[in-house]
């Protein structure tokens, strides 16, 4: 600070508290802007979902087909496209989806029927799929026996968009 004061002479002490001011509301802007899209596409769209949730109590869930995140070792996964494999559908990018949980429960998350993880209380989570038709559905499970769900909900992942299913009570 000493350098620029002897280069152009006293400053006012309201044009450093101006300065000041800027520089920490910029900062403030640039902490709140939302992060770029992992992944840029001249015509990339984000879409919102919202469903309620609906009651289910035993027996078998027609919309589940693993409900295990234990992993095969004979059984290897597809490489996603952003990751040097190929996505599902026409298009280069996979599809992003964001799972937005505005309940009080922990929730299961399955993509086409497999189980992709668990999204905490009022929690986020976030993956990628391939583009085409993509199937999500939900499942709160509670000590009863009793069950909360959300859908089947079907997007039509485009290449490069990015889709938000907000689960609601």
């Known amino acids: 600070m000493k350098t620029l004061f002897k280069t152009h002479g006293k400053l006012p ?6 300065l000041f001011t800027l520089l920490a509301a910029a900062f403030a802007v640039a902490q709140e802007a939302p992060a770029a899209k992992p992944m840029a596409s001249a015509k990339a769209n984000s879409k919102v979902v919202t469903t309620k949730a609906a009651s ?6 027609p919309n589940v087909k693993s409900d295990s995140d234990k992993n095969n070792p004979n059984l290897k996964a597809p490489v ?9 559908g026409a298009g ?7 799972v937005d949980n505005r ?43 009793s069950q909360k769900y959300w ?3 079907v997007f039509n992942c485009v290449a490069g968009d990015s889709y938000t299913w907000r689960l609601g009570e």
């Not at 289910?56 to 869930?61: E, I, L, M, P």
């Open 13 to 18: 002490a309201l044009a450093v508290v101006a």
């Open 56 to 61: 289910r109590s035993g027996g078998a869930d």
């Open 80 to 88: 996603p496209a952003n990751k040097g494999g190929k996505t599902r």
């Open 92 to 98: 280069p990018l996979p599809c992003g989806v964001h």
């Open 103 to 145: 309940t009080p429960w922990f929730v299961r998350i399955y993509v086409d029927g497999d189980y992709r993880g668990t999204v905490n209380q009022y929690g986020d989570l976030v993956g990628i799929t391939g583009n085409g038709p993509t199937n999500v559905y939900a499942v709160a499970v509670f000590d009863d026996g």
């Open 151 to 153: 859908g089947p909900h």
